[in-house]
């Protein structure tokens, strides 16, 4: 066999060719994507941080959040990568994250504020009312509008309040979030102060200019009454939208109201220590003084006889056998009469008429009642009512000073302890002593009682209560023979504006 080495290759350019088809066979594989999504929220109060921007490698450029706060990043490389977040006035933060083929990575991001790019809350603006605002109503909703340089700051606000010429400041809001704080039960012709002052998540705070409204005037009011709640008295008025006002101090026991007639000022009991004194204030309930410097004290007499004079300058009220009497402007007191003998003066009434005084007095027991009609220039003392059995009480002159008012218990039982089964009121004239029972209409079980004639003498304020003495006391009026009962307010102790 003859072999022809020329015919051959070379051993090493075989085994080249060989390598060179073997690489040509291999498999090129392409690249591979997913997508980016996800949130920026604050961490304080976890809303959505819009307009924060983003950086990372698996983008071209630094992105930003959406106006919602979220961002998309699509056809990103498979891989592993790190995102940068930046906004002003939080501090930066970063993730690191995997990308895979075809699969959207969730990125749920929060910052934290940064005291160091933090800015101070802006002034707050636009009051509700107006700065300076006049006849505002007494139960109000405050409202205030506020802003921060650094906008998804959560405020938080405290309000401060001061009412007319007081230097106390009540914290009427303590870091609240809302920009509005209901008002309730403003004093009247009263003008208000009050100031908000704003707070960041990052405690800097900005005060607000202080505003000021000053209340409504206080409307003409019909009635007085005084009503025992948790053991004291409190001295109330319904108002025309049939809201109740208190007049008298909270903390205090009040009673029997009677209005000057000026209607200016009135008069009521006031304990002090463990006896009733005298008291003025104005129908507001404002300007509150002591008038008298001895109590209203004597047999059973729970500090309910005084009475204004017919000009409104004197007040009369009884200190056990005395009547005395106590000028408007503090001075006094200087007597006017005595009750008889044994006896204590518990109530009075001064006749429009300004001759005479109705007297009721009462013995050791509390039954032993009588009237009485004092003349004023002579100290001559009439017997009108006599002491019949069953207490009687309460005389009060009408407007025309010809008639008195009166009650009386016609069940005609005495008790030691005071109660009474049947008390009606009566209308004694006083040119015949002739009597009419005006309780014609008066429910059996109960007790009419403290009769007041109307300004116009046309009705009388007066009380019903249940006769076991367990309540409730309820106000009522009726026309003066009698007719027309309606009750207008829980309470006792009334009378007419």
Wanted: proline letters at 6%.
């Amino acid at each position: 066999m003859n072999i022809s080495f020329r015919s051959c290759l070379p051993l090493w350019l075989v085994l080249i060719g060989i390598g060179v088809l073997t690489a040509c066979e291999e498999t090129i594989t392409p690249d591979q994507y997913g997508v980016i999504q996800g949130s920026v929220r604050d961490f304080s109060n976890d809303s959505l941080v819009p307009e924060v921007i983003l950086t990372t490698t698996a983008a071209n450029a630094p992105f930003l959040s959406d106006s919602t706060g979220s961002f998309l990043l699509e056809n990103v490389l498979v891989g592993e990568y790190t995102l940068s977040v930046r906004k002003s006035g939080y501090r930066n933060a970063s993730v690191s994250f995997s990308v895979t083929e075809n699969d959207t990575t969730v990125l749920d991001l929060t910052l934290e504020g940064s005291p160091n790019n933090n800015e101070a809350p802006n002034t707050p603006t636009s009051p509700f009312p107006e700065n300076q605002a006049q006849y505002v109503a007494r139960n109000i909703t405050l409202s205030w509008s506020a802003s921060d340089p650094d906008r998804n700051d959560s405020l938080r606000f405290n309000v401060i309040l001061i009412a007319g010429n007081s230097q106390n400041q009540e914290l009427i809001g303590s870091e609240i979030s809302d920009t509005t704080i209901e008002l309730r039960e403003l004093d009247f012709s009263t003008t208000y102060y009050w100031q908000v002052e704003v707070i960041d998540p990052q405690g800097l705070r900005t005060k607000g200019p202080i505003w000021s409204f000053e209340t409504e005037e206080l409307p003409d009011y019909r009635t007085l009454y005084a009503r025992l709640e948790n053991g004291r008295y409190g001295i109330y008025t319904t108002l025309s939208d049939s809201s109740e006002l208190q007049l008298s101090e909270s903390g205090e026991s009040s009673w029997q109201p009677r209005l000057d007639p000026q209607r200016e000022r009135i008069a009521f009991a006031r304990t002090v220590g463990n006896e009733p004194f005298l008291f003025l204030m104005n129908v507001d309930g404002s300007d509150v003084q002591q008038l008298s410097p001895v109590a209203i004290a004597g047999n059973h007499n729970p500090g309910r006889g005084f009475s204004w004079s017919p000009n409104g300058q004197q007040i009369i009220f009884g200190h056990y056998n005395q009547l005395y009497a106590m000028n408007r402007d503090g001075s006094g007191p200087y007597a006017l009469g005595l009750a008889p003998a044994d006896r204590h003066i518990r109530t009075c009434s001064w006749s429009p008429l300004s001759d005479y005084i109705a007297l009721e007095t009462v013995g050791t027991q509390i039954f032993d009642t009588e009237i009485y009609l004092l003349h004023r220039a002579s100290g001559q003392l009439n017997l009108v009512v006599d002491n019949a059995p069953g207490i009687t009480a309460s005389p009060t002159f009408t407007p025309d000073g010809q008639c008195l008012l009166y009650t009386h218990d016609a069940s005609g039982l005495d008790r030691i302890n005071g109660r009474q089964f049947d008390t009606r009121i009566y209308l004694l004239r006083l040119s015949d002593l002739s009597v009419v029972d005006l309780s014609i209409n008066k429910p059996n079980g109960t007790n009419d009682l403290y009769p007041r004639p109307s300004p116009t003498g046309a009705q009388i304020i007066f009380v019903n209560t249940p006769n076991d003495g367990q309540g409730p006391d309820e106000v009522w009026i009726m026309d003066i023979d009698g007719t027309n009962r309606e009750k207008i307010a829980d309470g006792t102790m009334p009378d007419w504006q």
